[in-house]
Structure formats: C-alpha cells, structure tokens
C-alpha cells in the first residue's frame, strides 16, 4: 500500500495567491482528516469527512479556507486568498472508522510545506 | 491552560537509557494516542489507549483513567528514537466529531 499521498510536498506562493493542496488516502479508507502544523500552534485539525461527506469544519481558521471532498480517493484544502500566518505544514491523514469503536488509528500523508511570502 | 500537557518539552539521553515521556490530560476522552513525528517531519501513530498498557518493541504505553494522565516509555534507547512524541487524545464531548486535541510535543534526543 503507497500510504497516504499528498501534493505537492513544498508549496511556496505570494499573498494573495490561490492554494490548492491534494490528498489521496488510503485505499478503502472512509475517514479523511486535514490538519494544520505550525511552531506556535502545534498541530490542529482543521476538518475531518466520513464517507466523504464533512462532519467538522470547526478548526477551519476562517472563509479562506475551504475543502471537499469529491469521492472516496481524493481530497483537496484551498486557501484563497493566501497570507503569510497561513505557512505551516499541512498534513492529510486517514483511517477506517467502524461504528461503535471510540477511534481507530489515523495514518498520515508526509505533508505539504507551505509558504506564504 | 490546553487540555493536553506534556512533560518534558525537551529530553537528551545518553543511548541505552530508560526513557518517559508524560502526558495528562483535563477531559473525559474516548481515547488517547501518542504520535511519533520523525525528524524529516512525518507522524506515524504508535498507540492508541483507552486503558491499561500496550507494548510494541521497546516501546510501552500506560493509562490511568481516574488520574487522567499517560505515559510513554521507551527501554533501551536508541539514536534512531530520536524524533518528536506527541500526545493526543480523543474527548468523550467530542461525539460524532472525532476530534484529536494534541500535546505540544517532547523533542526527545538520543545521544550514541
């Protein structure tokens, strides 16, 4: 299994730019997770889907902010417009959730590096 | 105050030393998870608890429920331990919202 993937690795852009940072769970996975990993912050989950369908979007920091989620394999987290407080490391990671089990192990993607000059 | 302490911040030891990491925590919680993000920047998950003790390897991790607090131990260490341990949990408040609340982290070196 190739794990998690995420694209692209380094993303380096001016403010004002759109983003668009991808995600490819893992095969057969029904949960999808992004987080957000910065040296102030640590890591924050900024939405998680089940079954492709959003659930929490409570840790998204504002409007600029957005994700989908168009099917089962792929996942995407825009930012537009960017600014500068949003460089950080963008992790997707997922998992297979089962009905009745408190939680079940999250896999993570290598993130995606931003930088907002 | 979070809701999620780790201590220490940072920990150096020498190869071949019993090593822990603490974690406790000021909520209920369904489950608590201690991550493992390697130099290079990736996490791997290395345990989930709602209870009790789990091993892997040299690694242990323990829970205590009524005292809300966790440990990660690891024996015999080793450089290649090297890497940031994170503490998350899971809280019971959270329901269908499958939340993780992390710890900020323990920088853990391990010198040869």
Not at chain 1, 41 to 53: A, K, M
Request: net charge positive; charged share 15%; proline share 6%.
């Amino acid at each position: 299994d190739a794990g998690v993937i995420q694209s692209p690795r380094h993303e380096v852009t001016e403010m004002g730019q759109e983003v668009t940072l991808r995600c490819k769970p893992i095969s057969g996975h029904n949960s999808l997770f992004w987080y957000r990993q910065t040296m102030m912050r640590g890591l924050e989950l900024l939405i998680y889907f089940n079954n492709n369908v959003p659930i929490d979007d409570s840790g998204m920091p504002e409007d600029r902010f957005s994700a989908k989620m168009p099917n089962a394999s792929f996942s995407t987290l825009k930012i537009q417009p960017s600014e500068p407080r949003d460089s950080a490391v963008y992790f997707c990671a997922s998992s297979l959730y089962r009905r009745g089990r408190a939680w079940e192990t999250q896999y993570f993607g290598p993130g995606t590096r931003l930088l907002v000059l | 105050k979070n809701e999620v302490e780790q201590s220490p911040q940072n920990l150096t030891a020498q190869e071949g030393e019993f090593i822990t990491i603490n974690c406790s925590y000021s909520v209920g919680i369904s489950a608590l998870h201690w991550l493992q993000q390697h130099p290079g920047g990736g996490i791997v998950s290395l345990f989930m608890l709602s209870s009790g003790k789990k091993k892997h390897g040299r690694l242990i991790a323990t829970i205590n429920i009524q005292e809300k607090h966790s440990s990660l131990h690891i024996t015999a260490s080793h450089p290649r331990d090297s890497a940031v341990y994170i503490c998350a949990v899971t809280p019971r408040s959270s329901g269908s919202a499958r939340q993780l609340t992390f710890g900020s982290g323990t920088q853990l070196t391990v010198l040869p």
